[in-house]
């Protein structure tokens, strides 16, 4: 069975596209050259007008692809640099996910836009090393993070083929995942549903992205007592997926890669305490309030949820500890 | 398009727009507007320089624009009051009226922000094959917006077939053109490599033929225009400044302003009797549209985010 990376699914999801929708494109910086990989081969195989080297003007193309989007195309944007997502955070969360009700339904704006190498990349210091799903969750931008190849794959299709604006996050930390994957099966995986990728029966674990991989490790140590529940789409969040998972551990722990207040954590131990009916109060793993993530790698990696975060977590609730 | 044509629609932008004021102040149309009255031949020249299928991207000053470009004028009030039967079944306003159906991509409430919007529309419309020219309206004001200045760029480089509206109004809400803009307007258009103009925004005939020869340029694939249309705004920058009496126009300048109305050049090319006969005309359509936007339905508060999603899945 041949092996897929993460990397390698994204690039091989937006070929598929590109190649069956002549209304898709792809625009960013350095797409024509793949500088981050992502779209390796694709100017080869579709021309400079499928395949769009921009200028550094983050602003005018995120727009111009809500106005390409406008007049039927699709466009895909890469962002090279999660923090690129702050500049035209006006661009997506203003303009493109506001048009269809503004409008009162006269249009849909779908446009993906993806960022390969989310969060830490490993020394890349305090502005290019955020991960900022929760601010597109929070004013109503589908929001996707996926975690292994064959889901980057298979989101990545559903975000293009979505009427409405999608943002995917690739974190840095996921890219070089490789697994066994017969391309045959590949396939669209809707947004919104997530997913139980290890069964447990005594701690649901939320875990996004790269972070599914340490929640597995850990579940690993604590044999079938760790339930992992990756939802894939940090908006729409599969409630219903997640609440029957906690339906059968009755305790909660998030680990979620990016700030705490106001985080994806947050929104999901507020969903618990609406719904579920937990025996321990749930416990969250982020990074601390309002971090900007120094550049010293032991103070990058002391930052960042890890899995000894995650075990203290685990442990807490397993024992009852408030 | 011929010197009545012109006429009317710079009487319908006006008359249209004084009726909206009225409403404003006895409450029919909350929130108030930001009106156009003075500016409204730039309007009426570019639209007049259209086809039906190209395309524009407003401001939110932009009842002129989607008038203009042939809105119905009972859907737009309706619109501006919040009613199930405008143009955007209440969801839009003022600052948002669109009619996708009319190439009316929407008025804009972010300064600059619909210059890249054009581009990418007429961008994606030349790559379809189709000869469909974009017209972006912005103020003076956007000309200080580092987006729209990367839009001209864009638009530059890749020969888009957009053409470039300014408003020169002379303030940016109460900012005067002249402490704002470093340069002159017409010059960081040129310095993309564009070739810009100033024109008389007062005069529908001047706008229309510079828009003319702008829009073959572009249908042809000779790329952008810039257009700066010298213009005065009449009335408020909003509604709102009536109650907040903001001091920053002389009277002197006000009627110095005033003195060049477009509704009176258009209106003194034409004999006596056919601009009365417009007039009539213009008045039972606006009464008309009054009494539709007043009588239609408010929309049900039950379905206040119906069409957040365009897609069809229940979004929870």
Redesign the interface.
């Known amino acids: 069975m041949p092996k897929l990376s993460y990397l390698k699914a994204l690039n091989r999801a937006l070929g598929d596209e590109l190649a069956s929708d002549e209304s898709v494109?792809v625009l960013g910086e350095d797409v024509r050259v793949a500088a981050s990989n992502l779209t390796a081969g694709l100017f080869d195989r579709f021309g400079p007008?499928r395949v769009l080297d921009?200028?550094l003007?983050e602003?005018?193309?995120?727009?111009?692809?809500?106005?390409?989007?406008?007049?039927?195309?699709r466009?895909v944007i890469e962002f090279q640099i999660p923090s690129l997502l702050f500049l035209v955070f006006?661009?997506i969360a203003?303009?493109a996910h506001k048009?269809?009700?503004?409008?009162?339904?006269?249009?849909?704006?779908?446009v993906t836009y993806v960022v390969p190498g989310s969060g830490s990349r490993t020394g890349w210091a305090g502005q290019h090393s955020d991960h900022p799903y929760s601010l597109f969750a929070h004013v109503?931008v589908k929001t996707v993070v996926p975690s292994c190849p064959a889901d980057a794959y298979g989101l990545l299709l559903s975000a293009i083929r979505?009427?409405?604006p999608v943002v995917v996050f690739a974190p840095a930390g996921a890219l070089g995942i490789r697994d066994d994957v017969e391309y045959a099966d590949l396939k669209a995986v809707?947004?919104?549903v997530g997913q139980v990728v290890r069964e447990g029966s005594d701690v649901t674990v939320v875990a996004l992205g790269h972070l599914v991989q340490e929640a597995l490790a850990v579940a690993d140590e604590l044999p079938g007592q760790v339930e992992v529940f990756d939802p894939r789409t940090v908006y729409?969040?599969d409630?219903d997926g997640l609440a029957a998972s906690v339906a059968k551990t009755r305790r909660l722990v998030v680990i979620d890669d990016s700030n705490r207040t106001s985080g994806f954590a947050a929104e999901v131990l507020a969903v618990a305490a609406e719904r579920f009916d937990l025996v321990v109060p749930p416990r969250r793993v982020t990074r601390p309030d309002g971090a900007v993530l120094p550049f010293a790698l032991a103070l990058d990696r002391a930052v960042q949820p890890g899995r000894d975060h995650l075990v203290a977590a685990i442990h807490a609730v397993l024992k009852g500890d408030q | 398009m011929g010197t009545v044509d012109l006429y009317r629609t710079v009487r319908l932008i006006r008359r249209f727009e004084e009726r909206a004021i009225s409403f404003v102040r006895s409450g029919e149309i909350v929130g108030g507007i930001h009106p156009y009255v003075g500016q409204e031949a730039i309007a009426a020249g570019v639209c007049a320089a259209l086809r039906p299928d190209d395309v524009i991207t407003s401001t939110h000053r932009g009842h002129g624009h989607v008038l203009a470009k042939g809105a119905n004028p009972a859907r737009m009030l309706a619109e501006l009051m919040g009613r199930e039967s405008g143009l955007n079944k209440g969801r839009g306003g003022s600052m948002h009226a669109a009619d996708f159906g009319l190439g009316i991509l929407g008025a804009n409430a972010i300064v600059g922000a619909a210059g890249s919007i054009a581009t990418g529309a007429a961008w994606a419309y030349q790559r379809q094959g189709k000869d469909i020219v974009a017209v972006s309206f912005f103020g003076d004001g956007a000309m200080n917006e580092g987006m729209l200045l990367e839009a001209f760029n864009l638009a530059a480089l890749w020969r888009v077939p957009v053409v470039f509206v300014c408003e020169n109004n002379g303030y940016a809400t109460t900012m005067p053109v002249e402490s704002a803009v470093a340069g002159s307007i017409t010059g960081r258009a040129r310095a993309f490599g564009m070739p810009a103009f100033t024109i008389d925004g007062q005069d529908p005939e001047k706008v229309l033929a510079a828009t003319t020869a702008a829009v073959g340029r572009a249908r042809s694939g000779r790329g952008p225009t810039f257009l700066e249309c010298t213009t005065y705004r009449f009335d408020a920058h909003h509604t709102f400044e009536h109650r907040a009496r903001l001091n920053y126009r002389s009277t002197e300048e006000l009627s110095t302003g005033r003195s060049r109305d477009p509704v009176e050049i258009q209106g003194a090319r034409l004999a006596a009797e056919q601009r009365a006969a417009v007039d009539a005309e213009i008045e039972a359509l606006l009464d008309a549209a009054a009494g539709i936007a007043m009588g239609s339905a408010h929309p049900d508060p039950a379905a206040a985010l119906e069409f957040l999603y365009a897609s069809a899945e229940v979004m929870r």
């Open positions: 494109f007008e921009t200028p003007s602003q005018a193309f995120t727009n111009f692809a809500t106005g390409a989007a406008l007049a039927g195309l466009p006006e661009q203003n303009q048009f269809s009700l503004m409008t009162g339904g006269q249009c849909q704006v779908p109503g979505d009427n409405d809707p947004l919104g729409p969040l409630v």
